[in-house]
Every structure is written in structure tokens, then in C-alpha cells.
């Protein structure tokens, strides 16, 4: 069984900063791009940004310049850095990750259990 966890959502101030964690464990054999989702309170999933295991990395417009996405291939973990927080990214975040859990197969998408995130103004 592959698990994605996830740590480090909580409550800050506009402006303040959170750090979020997520790590995948089970039975696996590579694991490719990983990516942060935020989902807005009666809204959509969406996309907040990627990264390939050669660190590659891509925003979306609403975050450049103030979130930063890395990993730890060593440790099958991303993280989302987010500064100068702003209300409107209050939501749940989650973590995904495409796992390939048999050598030659496809990768298929895991996801994590969600963090909340609430950004006061």
C-alpha cells in the first residue's frame, strides 16, 4: 500500500508563512512528478505546483514569487514553502504524487489526506 502524509497546515496571519510537508511510504519502485493542490472552500481542486525529480518546477500564476515547491528524492518527500500568505489561499492543500509501484508498469496517482490552511486577514 502506497500512503501519501502530509504535515505542517495550521492558522497564520496575512503575511505569515507555513511550511507543508508530504511523504510518500509503502511498496514502491520510482516515484515521478509531485505537485500541491489547494482547494478553496466551496471550490475546485486546483493546481498549485509541480515538480519533476530532476527539480523542475512550475507555478501556478497566483503563487509565483511567494510559494516554493522542492523535494527530497531520497526521502520520496515535497514540500510547499508559502510566504507572504494571503486570505485567499485559506483552503485544504493536498499532496500529490505519481508512484509506480511495480518495475515497468505505469505510474498511477496517490494522493494525500488534505492539510488545512487558513490565511487571516
Known amino acids: 500500500q502506497v500512503q501519501l502524509v502530509e504535515s505542517g497546515g495550521g492558522k497564520v496571519q496575512a503575511g505569515g508563512s507555513l511550511r507543508l510537508s508530504c511523504a510518500a511510504s509503502?511498496?514502491?519502485?520510482?516515484?515521478?512528478?509531485m505537485a500541491w493542490y489547494h482547494q478553496a472552500p466551496g471550490k475546485q481542486r486546483e493546481l498549485v505546483a509541480s515538480?519533476?525529480?530532476?527539480?523542475?518546477?512550475n507555478y501556478a500564476d497566483s503563487v509565483k514569487g511567494r510559494f516554493t515547491i522542492s523535494r527530497d528524492n531520497a526521502k520520496n518527500t515535497v514540500y510547499l514553502q508559502m510566504n507572504d500568505l494571503k486570505p485567499e489561499d485559506t483552503g485544504v492543500y493536498y499532496c500529490?504524487?505519481?508512484?509506480?509501484?511495480?518495475?515497468?508498469?505505469?505510474?498511477?496517482?496517490?494522493w494525500g489526506q488534505g492539510t488545512q490552511v487558513t490565511v487571516s486577514s
Open positions: 500529490n504524487a505519481r508512484i509506480s509501484v511495480r518495475w515497468g508498469t505505469r505510474w498511477d496517482d496517490y
Open positions: 509503502g511498496r514502491f519502485v520510482s516515484v515521478g512528478p
Open positions: 515538480i519533476i525529480s530532476t527539480g523542475s518546477t
